[in-house]
Nanobody, 123 residues
């Protein structure tokens, strides 16, 4: 059973930073991308960022580009999301996901999901 476990969420003031981590219990054959999504109360889950399994390619939602950075440590099977200059509208549950196609931005295109970690940004 493949598991993804997120950590690093919390409460931060606007303008602050947080770093989320996602540890995969193991890599499943065919995984080519890891992604971060978020879901605010009453809203649909939305794409935040993704990274190819090699780490050579990244993709960001326009709302977070230049503020968030996705990276990975292959030796640790861990993906990170460094979030800077946080805004109240970044408040959401953040989910890590694994999929077969880098560049995918829809939740349905990812096969494995973590349980999520909550991020709250106060104004």
């Amino acid at each position: 059973q493949v598991q993804l476990q997120e950590s690093g969420g919390g409460l931060v003031q606007a303008g602050g930073s947080l770093r989320l981590s996602c540890v995969a219990s193991r890599r499943t054959f065919g995984w080519n991308a890891m992604g971060w999504f978020r879901q605010a109360p009453g809203k649909e889950r939305e794409f935040v960022a993704s990274i190819s399994w090699s780490g050579s390619s990244t993709n960001y939602a326009s709302s977070v580009k230049d503020r968030f950075t996705i990276s990975k440590d292959s030796a640790k099977n861990t993906v990170y999301l460094q979030m800077n200059t946080l805004k109240p509208e970044d408040t959401a549950d953040y989910y890590c996901a694994a999929g077969t196609r880098f560049g995918a931005t829809r939740p349905s295109q990812y096969d494995y999901w973590g349980q999520g970690t909550q991020v709250t940004v106060s104004s």
